[in-house]
């Protein structure tokens, strides 16, 4: 996408705004596809929980993908784009065996990643099939936040109580047919994640009836310049190569699953934004955007470095900024960051704000959630309107009475 069409779509929708192209979307899945044609069965079921527009959705199941769940309000949310129970797959951590069971209802395939549901589901639903997440104690990535693998992680069932669960599988006689990890976001080294996957088939080889292995997914893409990434073609030769040796051993094909969000999403994204005010400083200069982190809290949260370009002077001589937003809060975006020069009015874009930027939003500062536009065939699709003082005020109870009538109004005297 070019910035003049950027520029077009807020002159359309106005700013803040995010914008997602759909042929990048696709180019992206159509990768992960090619990388792992050696096998036979493969199953992406793209992680709702990075993006869940609706219509990001539906785009995903016409590209053939499956979709994975974290709530029963995404389980819904993929039912409504049309996705069959089937190929959603729910993944939930630390919810109620009610919550569960409603998943179940609704026919999608459970994933459990703790032993006192897995129990608790076995003992009432023994004929419900269930794939079980493993923890296989490995760290992929080096924040600690976003490894979700190692030792003191909340995530999975441990391997080292596989005893144990076993033990319930055999009480309960209830059906295993899948085996799922996820050793969380950023996998940066290929050899880390094929080391967890030898965990996983040695886990694998306790059941009999399975139907997939989930590798899960953390498959890292490039933010900033230098910035590593997942080899996709070389895992998927390598991890190809392992799967099939493991089926053959194991007497029959069975489906590799991923579950990629960050991987199909990040860069098809940008969010663009207003520049309000150029603050000069005695240290630095300040470009405030009409934003914050009430609409992109990677950068605050993680440090997440979304590189941010002036499409309003492209050509511009480089000067460097600081980019905050206008939310009472330290809201710093980037800093000492080397843009085009830029003017009040200039419109900046963030990228790789595909993943995690929306669905991520809030009304801190009671500010409206931008709205979202789909780039497809040339054209932008609005896909959510911009929020309006009503979603300020839906739900809230407004407590006038309680402070007008006479009594209160003495008592409070
Ligand atoms: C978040 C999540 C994913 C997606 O992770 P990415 O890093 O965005 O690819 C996959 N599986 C599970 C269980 C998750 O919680």
Known sequence: MESKQFLNIVEEFGAPLYVYDAAKITSQYQRLTNAFEG???????????????LSILRLMKHLGSGLDTVSI???????MAGFQPESIIYTPNGVSLEEIEEAAVLGVQINIDNLSVLEQFGNKHPDVPVCIRINPHVMAGG????????IDSKFGISIHQIPHLLRIVELTDMNI???????????????????????????AKNFKDLEFIDFGSGFKVPYKTGDIET???ELGKKLSQRFNEFCEDY????????????????EAGYFLAKVNVVKQTTSTVFAQVDSGFNHLIRPMLYGA???????????????????????CETDTFGNNRRINEITEGDILAFRNAGAYCFTMASNYNSRYRPAEVLWLDGQAHLIRERESFD???????????????????????
């Open 39 to 53: 096998v036979s069965n493969v199953r992406l079921n793209y992680a709702a929980k990075a993006l869940s527009n």
């Open 73 to 79: 309000q995404e389980v819904r949310l993929g039912l």
């Open 143 to 150: 924040n600690s936040n976003i490894s979700v693998g190692h």
């Open 177 to 203: 047919n899948g085996i799922h990890m996820h050793t969380g976001s950023d996998i940066l080294d290929i050899d880390v994640f094929l080391y967890a996957s030898e965990i996983l088939f040695e886990t």
């Open 231 to 233: 080899n996709i073609e």
């Open 251 to 266: 007497g029959r094909p069975l489906t590799l699953a991923f579950e990629p969000g960050k991987f199909l999403v990040s």
């Open 305 to 327: 470095q979304h590189e941010i370009i002036n499409i309003s002077n492209p050509k511009g001589r480089e000067r460097y900024y600081s980019v905050v937003g206008y939310i």
């Open 391 to 413: 979603d300020i005020l839906r739900n809230q109870v407004d407590p006038k009475e309680l402070f007008e009538s006479d009594e209160k109004k003495v008592a409070l005297k």
